[in-house]
């Protein structure tokens, strides 16, 4: 039976990769880890003789245990206080999973995780699957209990969502994602609006997810104009946010679900994540998470590596 230590190896084994399929299924970390402890409490359980392949018998459990959770998840969404958005990873964090693909890149990016809520839960299963972690559609099939014609008709839609929902996003590596998230800092900081407008596409975008905990921005800003005056206000000094905040925050240029990110951090908390979207040589969106219940993991990861002095103390 499952119960043996060689059946909780070969779980541990294939832990990395759940978890990075179901946070990409789900938008969640917390949510994700959840995920994989059920599959593992259902492996456990499981008379591991009679099967063939573990790791397919995991993606399947695990698949369908997100499927299940997205159908809840949904009307849960429904009731949530402001805007919904992902759960950001910081940069050295596993949950990302693989980063050798412009297709596996593209999946954990903090845009596509975004747009991926439109999709339905088969049309995010068969992408992630597929684009992800390059499953062939005769095994997604098999895990979502569909044909493999209907798989690929499924990838196409998804991937057509999210092509007409997104920038033209342009891969940068770390090094050009720090710059840009330092100059983005230098231009909010500086006073000058039109300083900030010139970093910005036309339609820019910014949104934030407070979870109803903390005040964020949660019908969006749009153009470059009012984008630029809203940050402006934003990173504007004042006694009255270093009192909510509790202080001073730290504010540091690194990166988050692969791109461009701005964490703000005060006693080795983080308060804050902010995304930023590049297409061209502009940023497209800015999307914030200050939700303290979506930065547990981010706080943990942060807390795990030297990340050297701020670019600025905010307020």
């Known amino acids: 039976m499952g119960q043996t230590a060689d059946g909780v190896d070969r779980f541990e084994a294939f832990r990395p990769r759940m978890e990075a399929i179901a946070y990409r299924l789900l938008g969640s970390a917390a949510e994700a880890e959840d995920a994989v402890q059920e599959t593992f409490l259902r492996w456990q359980a499981a008379d591991l003789s009679r099967i063939e392949v573990p790791e397919a018998w995991l993606t399947k459990a695990l698949t369908n245990l997100c499927l299940n959770q997205l159908a809840s998840a949904r009307a849960r969404r429904e009731t949530y206080v402001g805007q919904w958005l992902p759960e950001p990873l910081l940069d050295g964090d596993p949950m990302l999973g693989p980063a050798d693909?412009?297709?596996?890149?593209?999946?954990?990016?903090?845009?596509?995780?975004?747009?991926?809520?439109?999709?339905?839960?088969?049309?995010?299963?068969?992408?992630?699957?597929?684009?992800?972690?390059?499953?062939?559609?005769?095994?997604?099939?098999?895990?979502?209990?569909?044909?493999?014609?209907?798989?690929?008709?499924?990838?196409?839609?998804?991937?057509?969502?999210?092509?007409?929902?997104?920038?033209?996003?342009?891969?940068?590596?770390?090094?050009?994602?720090?710059?840009?998230?330092?100059?983005?800092?230098?231009?909010?900081?500086?006073?000058?609006?039109?300083?900030?407008?010139?970093?910005?596409?036309?339609?820019?975008?910014?949104?934030?997810?407070?979870?109803?905990?903390?005040?964020?921005?949660?019908?969006?800003?749009?153009?470059?104009?009012?984008?630029?005056?809203?940050?402006?206000?934003?990173?504007r000094p004042a006694e009255s946010k270093r009192i909510f905040v509790g202080g001073t925050p730290a504010v540091y240029a690194t990166t988050a679900n692969g791109g461009p990110a701005v964490v703000a951090v005060m006693d080795g908390r983080v308060l804050g994540v902010m995304c930023l979207e590049v297409t061209g040589e502009r940023i497209a969106a800015i999307r914030s998470q200050v939700n303290p219940d979506k930065l547990a993991r981010a706080t943990a990861v942060w807390a795990a590596e030297e990340r050297g002095e701020p670019v600025m103390y905010a307020f």
């Open 101 to 235: 693909t412009a297709e596996q890149r593209e999946s954990v990016s903090y845009a596509v995780l975004t747009l991926m809520e439109r999709l339905s839960p088969n049309e995010r299963a068969v992408y992630v699957l597929r684009e992800a972690f390059d499953y062939p559609h005769r095994a997604i099939a098999e895990i979502l209990g569909i044909t493999e014609a209907a798989s690929q008709q499924i990838l196409h839609r998804a991937k057509k969502h999210v092509a007409d929902g997104s920038a033209r996003r342009v891969e940068i590596d770390d090094a050009a994602a720090r710059r840009i998230a330092e100059e983005f800092l230098s231009a909010a900081t500086s006073g000058d609006t039109g300083t900030l407008v010139r970093l910005l596409t036309e339609n820019a975008i910014t949104i934030g997810d407070g979870g109803g905990r903390i005040p964020a921005r949660a019908t969006p800003y749009v153009g470059a104009v009012a984008v630029a005056r809203f940050l402006r206000g934003l990173f």
